[in-house]
């Protein structure tokens, strides 16, 4: 019954290694994201989907690449992991695109708290 | 670029006694703004949204306040209970298809 889940849940690994985070929601959404909460506690979107097709892009480096094979799904594979990688990365979705006149609340996963050695 | 200022000291008080939280931005009004909690360990869930045609938005033990002169917008928990604590994130609009959110202000309800 979980609405967005990502899997796996703690991901621990070396730096250089290529690793995915899986993230599918059950909500009928159109539209997903990929955020990401810093030691800091700041919660920097990365990526937005609507529909499968990307809508936002924020500055980040060409190593993390988003894939949507269905609007259910949002996966994020990075490249290369470097030690600046480690964070809690969450997946959200909302009903549609966010916009000043239209706006959408988030529904988050649970996170994905990826650490890299 | 708009920025969200939140109370990065955490707030500390008595079972039963009102928690006020504040959200700060600066540059442009955003034409809404929401209320996230995270609980630790969990992804933020949405608690309220208030556009900026809003003065006041409640619902239940909580209320939300929106000044566009002041640039600010309250945050109000009454009657607060030791399960009310987590960090409350404050969301806003950019004037695209995004929101940005504030750092958080972690909440303490003592019993």
Known sequence: ?117 | SQKIEQNSEALNIQEGKTATLTCNYTNYSPAYLQWYRQDPGRGPVFLLLIRENEKEKRKERLKVTFDTTLKQSLFHITASQPADSATYLCALDTGGFKTIFGAGTRLFVKA
């Open chain 1, 1 to 117: 019954d979980t609405a967005v889940s990502q899997t796996p849940k703690y991901l621990v690994t070396q730096m250089g290694n290529d690793k995915s985070i899986k993230c599918e929601q059950n909500l009928g959404h159109d539209t997903m994201y990929w955020y990401k909460q810093d030691s800091k506690k700041f919660l920097k979107i990365m990526f937005s989907y609507n529909n499968k097709e990307l809508i936002i892009n924020e500055t980040v480096p060409n190593r993390f690449s988003p894939k949507s094979p269905d609007k259910a799904h949002l996966n994020l594979h990075i490249n290369s992991l470097e030690l600046g990688d480690s964070a809690v990365y969450f997946c959200a979705s909302s009903q549609d695109t966010i916009s000043p006149w239209n706006p959408n609340e988030q529904f988050f996963g649970p996170g994905t708290r990826l650490t890299v050695l």
